[in-house]
């Protein structure tokens, strides 16, 4: 099996430099081992049990490891070595156990010569039984035997911790590299090194040699360097590192029922997003899904009066025209609730307070009667958003009309009605649209050309129905034109019309996506009335 974190793992347990490896216990931690510089992760055993709460017993059964196993190789690019106990049973449970590490990438076992299940080897050492070397050499046997070329098999010698000698040390460590052990783990209790160094002195670099410091932890660093050790395990100091922590801050929230103090000594939340990667999602998310309606906001434009309506409009505007029992603005509201848009912002103006029941933000446009809607978008904003759909607040439109916006690719994207090219000069101010391309079933990349009232009859490709759907650059192209018009003389006379063509101008692509009828804008009282059976 290719298995290059094995090959890596070979590299550094081989090479004359002393390399440092440290505990990891699941996906989180080993992420943090790689990425404080480590070259390796060590699978602690110890570290695996006490992070589900058990004894270091093989409470925790092979593929139960395996699992934690997974998903720490899933998150890192180093190998791992796994402190693989005693095999978890006979040299037949080691060939299966190698096989699942092995399809799982993890680099390399670290077996040790004790009997399953075993203890661990601070406590009661003198106490526990070694296995033969008889059976033990068949197990490295069988494993060499089984796995890829490149995984580590490393043997660990648990004779000085058992209470023998550097001669047994010696005699196993023999017969286990004899056997085909990648390298020898010799593990000590002491508190000073001296196992450690009698051992290297003896061993004079038959072959790499493993090492885990928990209990000479004062020895220095050079020491172990100098008797040429080839590799240094710190083998549970992030568990211990976080038990320490834990403990504090469960005690201090405990004690103090408030959560000022432990604050700015715990990372913040975001620092857990980092490490799980949810940057690399939300821009996946982007590629990937469907444009989701959650995400979007809406911005609708509703101040003005609506005075064609006559006597309708005297005390309510417009967009609060009762239709078919509600409010013109709640049947707004309620299709884009539906899509699942729910954040929604009105801009109002005449008779502003007749929208109070809505419930909605309000932003207000109070010189609503000597301005247009280019003034009135542009006194909202601060809530165009990354994705954002604009609409007029006096139309009607069936919920399709906006998805197909939220489906359109372009970052600017306008929905034109092709079927409306012939309500010309009824004297009603007309959004028409010439296009890059009239409507074509099969052909959908269209871009606006020019948008105005007064357009040639044979340059109009249909009317723009009073929607439009901004995202990404296409917000920010939207917030830098509305700054530049702004700065205009006859900035509040502009329309609509006049902030597309200026985008267009500028070099941007509207996107237009073509539709037919479903949608109603109410301009007078025939409108009105048709509205009531829309
Ligand atoms: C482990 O980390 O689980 C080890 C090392 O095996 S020790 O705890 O020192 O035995
Ligand atoms: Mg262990």
Redesign the pocket.
Known sequence: MNNPKAKKLKEIITSSNLSFIM?AHDGLSAKIVQEAGFEGI?G??????AAWGVR?NNEISWTQVLEILESMSDITSIPILL?G?TGYGDFNTLRRVIKKLEQRQVAGI?I?DKLFPKT???IDGDKQELATIEEFTGKIRAAKDFCGQDFCVVA?VEAF?AGWGLGEALRRAEAYHKAGADAILI?S?KSQPEDIISFMQAWKKTSPVII?P??YYSTPTKVFEDLGVSVV?W??HLLRGALKIMQETAKCIFREKNLLSVEDRIAPVGEIFRLQGADELREAEKRYLPRKAALTNALILAASQGEELGNLTKDIPKAMLPVQGKPLMQHIIDTLNEMGIKNISVIRGYRKETFEGLNIPYVDNDEYDSTKEVFSLNLGKEKIQESSLILFGDILFKKHIPLLLLESPGEISIVVDYTRKDRLSDGTYRDFVACSKPYNYFDSEVFLNEMGNDLPPDRINGEWIGMMMVRNDGSKILQQTLEELAALPDFKSLRMKDLFNYIVKNGHNIRVVYLSGHWLDIDNLDDFSKASIF
């Open positions: 505990e060590w602690s055993g110890l570290c695996l049990s270091d402190d106990d670290c040790e661990n080897s601070f660990r911790i593990h209790k885990v928990t209990k395990i083998a549970n």
